[in-house]
């Protein structure tokens, strides 16, 4: 049997509130060739065209939202009044007797006169039913009743229209869009509760002005909207004077009415009339309850949509992460890409992974009790991502007079470098930013457009020293053009009060892509972005990029607060919020130290041990995190602990294996000089035969010749010259002669050692224009118990490798001088060459290790300085900054005089 009706068929219009009823008489009707049309609610009933039906159906126990019954609702209806009326209790049982009883009916309609037929078919209505006889008030009626069913059938179209929209803002938008029109109002306004329902929000608006609508939001305790809410109730206003609806806001007239959900009130709808003197009636507020209670359905329908939009991309995002954190297994990519999917997940703003001292090492240790010591001694960051945009209330501030230097770039319309090895107080803001974020190098550059006055200046730090040192005038005015354009949106989104921003608007990806195209053009890591304030302060606004730490330097840790620490000792996560009451003053200023409105932290556990910890941030807004954005949060750790362990094996192994080669490599340089010392110790001695002869010869000729003639001044001049070459030789012998542990320890004097290294490479030291100076404080004498020759080979060392620093460098100049302070002699080696960087100090006295290409350098030279030294009772230290000078300093226990 075919359920479509005839294209002639008999429509009939079901009136019932029960979904399984109407299912039931639907397919009894429709299989007997009638076509039925569903109205679940009175509303949706009287709003229907009831000239298109031949019969209607009703469930007479339903009620309007007035508390009517449907009955009472049909007698007052024009065109409804007029249908005739089957209830629902005269239906019967069977399906024989619904049919008969439909067809009786129908039969019974076309026989009867007008007045007859609704007599009939209203059996028990009054006589109020009858038609009025006054022509005059007949007209007034119709006319009413047609303006009640115009606005009933157009407020049905809203509804089936914003059920048919998914997205909230749209829902909210159409639903103050048609308040307005259905009460004929000035102002609409929408309102939503924050998380605690303490304030009203709003979300939605259409006739207020930006002025007022950015600072419009109402405490629940208000006596008209907030009564609303509270009480779940309408609220009319149709005084004579004006009305308060909240501080500095009054109107003449207004409608107020509740959004109920499943029987809780979720939010307020209201139309205001401001300036004109219209009022609104009972039937303005029975239109605005009808439209609340489909919005309330809308904004529940688009609210679930969006869960499950949420959902579906967590899903994907899962999926995405896992795919990228296992396509590498470079750590710093691997930290780098986690942070990124993090931010991407939570809608986060910035996100730090902590790691504990002793999992960085490979130590299993006990959970950690003393807040303390963990605070100060346990964590060190590991990379951190930024995409940050600050509300002004939230913003952190800068007095300008605090950056004399930038003041001066912005009159010279010039930029400026810092690196953290200058000591310009004028810098001291500076430095201290580059200290605290473990930057190698700041570039400052005021923002402006044209001529006109600076807007504001971006910082960039530089983590990386393969950047460029300095900025072209074309990157220049890209940086700045792109600052301009994050400028403009910046001042095109809400500000600080406006609450639709505080709620749901969060800045476009686009910013952010601006953002990046600057750091692509300035080769930097991360930037911050600030604007002038008209009292002479810096503003934050933007912060954007990422760093990781794996290598020292790293920024300044500080103490975690007590309420952290539990990550440590078991607890799942940590999560806070700064409105907060029972926040101490120690997490408080954490989390501004951060520049963060919320904080969650979160474990990372590898291998059954807790590692570290992931602190993720949300500047924008001031909420705690969603029960379900913390489990994706988890999941999404969880993926990161497998793949970070896995890259730190990688890179474990990477290194291994270079240092390996590395050992190999020097193994065979040191058997090549070992071989080199052994041939130089031949040559040496082959050439001390002749000197022999030379010095004898000349010495006999010297006996022989007159002291005034000048053959003598010639044979003079043969014996010096072989002498020298004679010490050379001898010298030469003494440091290619191989170490032996147990040479005996003799009494030397140490400036004669410096002495005798300075005649053998004092020619080599003065080439290329480099210039040497000597201090030595040869009083009173130094003596020192060493093994023969070992003194030299340390002097030897260091003199070259500061000759080797100053090669090509303008104004070259090295020097060894000495000092003496009672026992102690301290001897410095120093040169004015490029400097040595802060993370290789700590590697140069390791065996094997080198900065000089491949082939020049074995990475033994320091460290045989170092035995050295520290066998005859010394010390060696390094005193070295990136472009100032470096100095070795040997410090030795000495004696005015060989002693017994």
């Given at each position: 049997m075919s359920l479509v009706p005839p294209l002639n068929a008999k429509r009939i219009l079901l009136v019932e509130e029960n979904p399984s009823i109407v299912e039931q008489l639907q397919a009894l009707l429709r299989s007997n060739g009638y076509e039925v049309e569903n109205a679940y609610n009175c509303g949706d009933a009287l709003a229907a065209r009831h000239e298109r039906f031949v019969l209607a159906i009703v469930n007479p126990n339903m009620r309007h939202r007035d508390g009517r019954t449907i009955i009472d609702h049909i007698r007052e209806h024009y065109s409804f009044s007029r249908l005739p009326i089957l209830r629902t209790s005269e239906l019967g049982e069977s399906g024989a007797q619904i049919l008969a009883a439909v067809a009786q009916r129908l039969e019974g309609g076309r026989q009867a006169a007008p007045q007859a037929k609704r007599a009939a078919n209203t059996q028990d209505?009054?006589?109020?039913?009858?038609?009025?006889?006054?022509?005059?008030?007949?007209?007034?009626?119709?006319?009413?009743?047609?303006?009640?069913?115009?606005?009933?059938?157009?407020?049905?179209?809203?509804?089936?229209?914003?059920?048919?929209?998914?997205?909230?803002?749209?829902?909210?938008?159409?639903?103050?869009?048609?308040?307005?029109?259905?009460?004929?109002?000035?102002?609409?306004?929408?309102?939503?509760?924050?998380?605690?329902?303490?304030?009203?929000?709003?979300?939605?608006?259409?006739?207020?002005?930006?002025?007022?609508?950015?600072?419009?939001?109402?405490?629940?305790?208000?006596?008209?909207?907030?009564?609303?809410?509270?009480?779940?109730?309408?609220?009319?206003?149709?005084?004579?004077?004006?009305?308060?609806?909240?501080?500095?806001?009054?109107?003449?007239?207004?409608?107020?009415?509740?959004?109920?959900?499943?029987?809780?009130?979720?939010?307020?709808?209201?139309?205001?009339?401001?300036?004109?003197?219209?009022?609104?009636?009972?039937?303005?507020?029975?239109?605005?309850?009808?439209?609340?209670?489909?919005?309330?359905?809308?904004?529940?329908?688009?609210?679930?949509?969006?869960?499950?939009?949420?959902?579906?991309?967590?899903?994907?995002?899962?999926?995405?992460?896992?795919?990228?954190?296992?396509?590498?297994?470079?750590?710093?990519?691997?930290?780098?890409?986690?942070?990124?999917?993090?931010?991407?997940?939570?809608?986060?703003?910035?996100?730090?992974?902590?790691?504990?001292?002793?999992?960085?090492?490979?130590?299993?240790?006990?959970?950690?009790?003393?807040?303390?010591?963990?605070?100060?001694?346990?964590?060190?960051?590991?990379?951190?991502?930024?995409?940050?945009?600050?509300?002004?209330?939230?913003?952190?501030?800068?007095?300008?007079?605090?950056?004399?230097?930038?003041?001066?770039?912005?009159?010279?319309?010039?930029?400026?470098?810092?690196?953290?090895?200058?000591?310009?107080?004028?810098?001291?803001?500076?430095?201290?930013?580059?200290?605290?974020?473990?930057?190698?190098?700041?570039?400052?550059?005021?923002?402006?457009?044209?001529?006109?006055?600076?807007?504001?200046?971006?910082?960039?730090?530089?983590?990386?020293?393969?950047?460029?040192?300095?900025?072209?005038?074309?990157?220049?005015?890209?940086?700045?053009?792109?600052?301009?354009?994050?400028?403009?949106?910046?001042?095109?989104?809400?500000?600080?009060?406006?609450?639709?921003?505080?709620?749901?608007?969060?800045?476009s990806p686009e910013l952010f892509n601006l953002a990046q195209q600057i750091l692509e053009t300035a080769q930097a890591d991360w930037l911050v972005l600030s604007l002038f304030t008209e009292n002479d302060q810096l503003m934050r606004v933007l912060q954007y990029g990422t760093a990781e730490f794996l290598e020292p330097p790293r920024p300044e840790e500080t103490a975690l607060p007590a309420e952290i620490v539990p990550i440590f000792q078991g607890q799942a996560w940590v999560n806070y919020h700064t409105r907060q009451s029972d926040l101490s003053a120690s997490l408080r200023d954490f989390m501004m130290s951060h520049g963060a409105q919320s904080i969650l932290c979160l474990p990372l556990i590898i291998k059954g041990t807790i590692s570290g910890m992931f602190i993720i941030c949300d500047m924008h807004e001031s909420r705690l995190f969603h029960p379900d954005e913390i489990s994706l949060a988890t999941a999404l750790i969880a993926q990161a602990a497998t793949a970070i362990e896995n890259a730190r094996l990688y890179r474990d192994l990477e290194r291994s294996l270079a240092n390996l080669k590395q050992t190999q490599a020097s193994l065979v340089q040191a058997a090549r000089l070992s071989t080199m010392g052994e041939l130089a110790a031949v040559v040496a001695h082959q050439i001390n035969n002749p000197l022999t002869t030379i010095l004898a010869d000349s010495e006999l000729l010297m006996q022989d010749l007159p002291s005034d003639s000048p053959q003598y001044e010639s044979a003079v001049a043969i014996n010096r010259s072989g002498q020298r070459a004679h010490a050379v030789v001898k010298r030469l012998l003494s440091t290619a002669r191989r170490s032996n542990p147990e040479d005996k320890a003799v009494w030397v004097d140490v400036h004669q050692t410096i002495r005798n290294t300075l005649d053998l490479i004092s020619t080599h030291l003065g080439r290329g224009g480099v210039r040497l100076e000597v201090q030595l404080e040869t009083e009173p004498p130094s003596y020192i118990r060493a093994p023969s020759g070992h003194l030299e080979d340390v002097w030897l060392n260091l003199l070259m490798n500061a000759r080797d620093a100053l090669n090509n460098r303008p104004n070259a100049a090295m020097g060894v001088l000495s000092r003496r302070s009672q026992s102690q002699l301290d001897i410095l080696v120093w040169d004015n060459g490029g400097g040595i960087p802060p993370e290789l100090r700590e590697s140069i006295f390791e065996p094997f290790f080198t900065t000089k290409p491949s082939g020049e350098g074995t990475g033994l030279g320091l460290y045989i300085c170092k035995q050295v030294i520290t066998q005859i009772g010394g010390r060696i230290s390094v005193e070295s900054a990136i472009g100032q000078a470096t100095v070795f300093r040997v410090s030795l226990p000495v004696s005015a005089a060989p002693q017994d």
């Amino acid at each position: 049997m075919s359920l479509v009706p005839p294209l002639n068929a008999k429509r009939i219009l079901l009136v019932e509130e029960n979904p399984s009823i109407v299912e039931q008489l639907q397919a009894l009707l429709r299989s007997n060739g009638y076509e039925v049309e569903n109205a679940y609610n009175c509303g949706d009933a009287l709003a229907a065209r009831h000239e298109r039906f031949v019969l209607a159906i009703v469930n007479p126990n339903m009620r309007h939202r007035d508390g009517r019954t449907i009955i009472d609702h049909i007698r007052e209806h024009y065109s409804f009044s007029r249908l005739p009326i089957l209830r629902t209790s005269e239906l019967g049982e069977s399906g024989a007797q619904i049919l008969a009883a439909v067809a009786q009916r129908l039969e019974g309609g076309r026989q009867a006169a007008p007045q007859a037929k609704r007599a009939a078919n209203t059996q028990d209505f009054s006589a109020a039913d009858t038609p009025l006889e006054d022509p005059t008030i007949r007209t007034r009626t119709i006319n009413e009743q047609r303006k009640q069913l115009a606005a009933l059938r157009t407020l049905s179209e809203l509804g089936r229209s914003i059920a048919a929209v998914l997205d909230l803002d749209k829902v909210l938008n159409q639903v103050v869009e048609a308040a307005a029109m259905l009460t004929n109002a000035e102002e609409s306004l929408l309102l939503l509760p924050d998380a605690e329902e303490e304030t009203l929000y709003l979300r939605a608006m259409k006739g207020l002005d930006e002025a007022r609508a950015s600072n419009f939001r109402i405490k629940n305790t208000e006596p008209i909207v907030g009564s609303v809410f509270r009480s779940g109730e309408p609220i009319l206003v149709n005084q004579g004077s004006p009305q308060r609806v909240k501080t500095e806001y009054f109107v003449r007239s207004a409608v107020y009415v509740p959004m109920r959900l499943k029987g809780q009130v979720i939010g307020v709808l209201g139309v205001n009339n401001r300036r004109s003197n219209r009022t609104f009636s009972q039937a303005d507020q029975e239109l605005l309850l009808d439209l609340a209670a489909h919005a309330a359905v809308a904004i529940e329908n688009a609210r679930l949509y969006h869960e499950r939009v949420v959902q579906t991309r967590r899903l994907e995002t899962l999926v995405e992460a896992g795919m990228a954190v296992n396509s590498t297994l470079a750590l710093q990519h691997v930290l780098l890409t986690i942070s990124r999917q993090v931010l991407k997940a939570l809608e986060a703003n910035a996100c730090f992974i902590k790691q504990r001292l002793s999992a960085s090492t490979g130590e299993r240790t006990s959970l950690p009790n003393d807040t303390a010591v963990l605070a100060e001694n346990e964590l060190f960051l590991l990379s951190q991502a930024w995409q940050a945009v600050w509300q002004p209330d939230h913003a952190l501030r800068t007095p300008l007079e605090m950056r004399p230097t930038l003041r001066q770039a912005i009159e010279q319309n010039g930029y400026y470098i810092v690196a953290r090895e200058q000591g310009s107080a004028r810098l001291s803001t500076e430095l201290q930013m580059l200290r605290q974020t473990a930057a190698l190098r700041l570039t400052v550059l005021p923002l402006r457009v044209g001529n006109s006055k600076p807007f504001g200046v971006v910082d960039l730090f530089h983590r990386s020293q393969k950047s460029e040192d300095t900025l072209n005038s074309e990157a220049r005015a890209r940086i700045r053009g792109l600052a301009a354009e994050i400028y403009a949106r910046l001042r095109a989104l809400p500000n600080a009060r406006t609450v639709s921003f505080q709620a749901s608007e969060r800045p476009s990806p686009e910013l952010f892509n601006l953002a990046q195209q600057i750091l692509e053009t300035a080769q930097a890591d991360w930037l911050v972005l600030s604007l002038f304030t008209e009292n002479d302060q810096l503003m934050r606004v933007l912060q954007y990029g990422t760093a990781e730490f794996l290598e020292p330097p790293r920024p300044e840790e500080t103490a975690l607060p007590a309420e952290i620490v539990p990550i440590f000792q078991g607890q799942a996560w940590v999560n806070y919020h700064t409105r907060q009451s029972d926040l101490s003053a120690s997490l408080r200023d954490f989390m501004m130290s951060h520049g963060a409105q919320s904080i969650l932290c979160l474990p990372l556990i590898i291998k059954g041990t807790i590692s570290g910890m992931f602190i993720i941030c949300d500047m924008h807004e001031s909420r705690l995190f969603h029960p379900d954005e913390i489990s994706l949060a988890t999941a999404l750790i969880a993926q990161a602990a497998t793949a970070i362990e896995n890259a730190r094996l990688y890179r474990d192994l990477e290194r291994s294996l270079a240092n390996l080669k590395q050992t190999q490599a020097s193994l065979v340089q040191a058997a090549r000089l070992s071989t080199m010392g052994e041939l130089a110790a031949v040559v040496a001695h082959q050439i001390n035969n002749p000197l022999t002869t030379i010095l004898a010869d000349s010495e006999l000729l010297m006996q022989d010749l007159p002291s005034d003639s000048p053959q003598y001044e010639s044979a003079v001049a043969i014996n010096r010259s072989g002498q020298r070459a004679h010490a050379v030789v001898k010298r030469l012998l003494s440091t290619a002669r191989r170490s032996n542990p147990e040479d005996k320890a003799v009494w030397v004097d140490v400036h004669q050692t410096i002495r005798n290294t300075l005649d053998l490479i004092s020619t080599h030291l003065g080439r290329g224009g480099v210039r040497l100076e000597v201090q030595l404080e040869t009083e009173p004498p130094s003596y020192i118990r060493a093994p023969s020759g070992h003194l030299e080979d340390v002097w030897l060392n260091l003199l070259m490798n500061a000759r080797d620093a100053l090669n090509n460098r303008p104004n070259a100049a090295m020097g060894v001088l000495s000092r003496r302070s009672q026992s102690q002699l301290d001897i410095l080696v120093w040169d004015n060459g490029g400097g040595i960087p802060p993370e290789l100090r700590e590697s140069i006295f390791e065996p094997f290790f080198t900065t000089k290409p491949s082939g020049e350098g074995t990475g033994l030279g320091l460290y045989i300085c170092k035995q050295v030294i520290t066998q005859i009772g010394g010390r060696i230290s390094v005193e070295s900054a990136i472009g100032q000078a470096t100095v070795f300093r040997v410090s030795l226990p000495v004696s005015a005089a060989p002693q017994d």
